[in-house]
């Protein structure tokens, strides 16, 4: 299909692991990226992934790619309700396009 | 380092009205992408402005159109601004054409 597709909702308890998955379109993307949006505010870069890679990691967060399937996951591991938020998996296009899922939105419950 | 900033923050207009919404990219950057945000969307890729040239554009119609300036700051501006307009609009930079995008806080645009 020509969208990149996320999950809409994801519900976790503090101090568990959160998983955030995507399935992207392009196989020559040559980025991959996870955006955090709060509400009423932009988005912020959390991590991105080169696409030669199939994992990487940066403190609470873990980035997994596997290209033969064009998925992509984040896992936040220890979630604390400051993580509640929107996030948004995205793929390069091209020279100067990105391509962005719908978002998916995280709740962290005390 | 001064990140992205946009002006102004919220705007409402009436339908076939013209508006002009301003970016001032991250230091360093001269690159300028300009996304739009319908509500509980992800955002849509207008155009990008790279080096004070158009260097790209989203399936948009022509009254979305936009400037890069000598320092790289960047406006947008959409005429004859209708009802599915209204929506938040990012602007982002980026060191270079395919370099990491950085996104300003937005501007939220209510057409009425």
């Known amino acids: 299909g020509e969208d990149v597709e996320q999950s809409l909702f994801l519900s976790v308890r503090e101090g568990d692991s959160s998983v955030i998955n995507c399935t992207y379109t392009?196989?020559?993307?040559?980025?991959l990226y996870w955006y955090k949006q709060e509400p009423g505010a932009g988005l912020q870069l959390l991590t991105y992934?080169?696409?030669?890679?199939d994992m990487k990691q940066d403190q609470r967060l873990t980035v997994l790619l596997n290209k033969k399937d064009k998925h992509l996951s984040l896992r936040i591991a220890d979630t604390q309700t400051g993580d509640s938020a929107i996030y948004f998996c995205a793929e390069s296009i091209g020279n100067n396009d990105m391509r962005f899922g719908a978002g998916t939105r995280l709740t962290v419950k005390p | 380092e001064t990140g992205v900033t946009q002006s102004p923050t919220h705007l409402i207009k009436t339908r076939g009205q013209q508006v002009t919404l301003r970016c001032s990219s991250q230091?360093?950057?001269?690159?300028v992408s300009w996304y739009q945000q319908a509500l509980g969307q992800g955002p849509q890729f207008i155009f990008q402005y790279y080096r004070e040239e158009e260097n790209g554009r989203g399936n948009f119609p022509p009254r979305f159109s936009g400037l890069q300036f000598p320092n790289y700051s960047s406006e947008l501006n959409v005429n004859a601004l209708e009802l599915d307009d209204s929506a938040l609009y990012l602007c982002a930079s980026s060191g270079g054409q395919r370099d990491t995008q950085y996104f300003g806080p937005g501007t939220r645009l209510t057409v009425l």
């Open positions: 230091s360093g950057h001269n690159t």
């Open positions: 392009d196989s020559s993307s040559t980025y």
């Open positions: 992934i080169f696409s030669n890679m």
